[in-house]
């Protein structure tokens, strides 16, 4: 008898707990994804974005069946006429595109805010079916339909870098400081499979603006490892990085 009271009274107090409804991973399935291929590769980055309302990412590759090539394009932001990264259509000459997958809950407005002048379209995932995205990683891609978002650029804003519009180094390390946490292979793959760094005359626009950085997120991003990140430019892309500012 004394322990059928006591299983009564644990059973009264658990009715009595109330639960917050948390936005994790374990509790709801996400329905929306974003595909992050440049600056949303670093956690840091999309978390001051999304703040609470999204989960883990996962690391994945956009095939190039799916038809997008990523250039730098001059876009115009609250830190100036600066070069971001963006993906444009090209199926004669699409490519493999490293990136990751981020589930987001209610929260899609504030990315549109954040990557204002791209176009937002929708690819229908499917596990059953053939898909044009993949993981790259022990993490295993959602086990159910859901819809992955990714911010495109139109064909008439392909302006490359110039001199009044440079690839900044400050962006760049957000974004490779990102694939470094994935490891140096996925650095190497991002760099391999990232193209317009040069204008039509062949002249490359990179500048080392890191002391004027605004970017509050890399300031407090003790991850990075600006040294490391040089050094594997040098190596990756000793070309390129040579005519940096």
Request: hydrophobic share 30%; net charge positive; glycine share 4%.
């Amino acid at each position: 008898m004394r322990n059928t009271k006591k299983i009564k009274v644990i059973k009264l107090n658990y009715k009595k707990r109330k639960t917050k409804k948390k936005y994790c991973d374990n509790f709801i399935k996400p329905k929306n994804f974003i595909f992050g291929y440049g600056s949303l590769i670093n956690s840091y980055s999309r978390k001051y974005t999304g703040k609470g309302f999204i989960g883990s990412a996962i690391p994945v590759e956009l095939s190039k069946n799916a038809g997008y090539k990523r250039i730098w394009v001059c876009k115009k932001s609250k830190y100036g006429n600066k070069s971001f990264l963006g993906l444009i259509k090209q199926r004669n000459n699409a490519h493999n595109i490293n990136g990751v997958l981020m589930p987001v809950y209610k929260c899609i407005s504030k990315f549109d805010k954040r990557e204002k002048g791209y176009k937002r379209i929708k690819i229908k995932y499917n596990p059953k079916k053939k898909n044009v995205i993949k993981s790259l990683s022990w993490q295993k891609m959602p086990n159910y339909p859901c819809n992955i978002y990714i911010y495109t650029i139109k064909k008439e804003l392909n302006n490359k870098p110039s001199k009044k519009c440079p690839i900044s180094q400050s962006y760049l390390d957000v974004v490779l400081s990102g694939c470094l946490e994935y490891g140096n292979n996925f650095m190497h793959n991002f760099l391999e499979n990232t193209y317009n760094w040069n204008d039509d005359n062949n002249i490359i626009h990179w500048v080392n603006d890191r002391k004027k950085n605004k970017r509050c997120w890399v300031k407090n991003n003790d991850k990075m490892n600006r040294t490391k990140i040089d050094k594997l430019l040098k190596k990756y892309i000793a070309n390129i990085y040579k005519y940096r500012d």
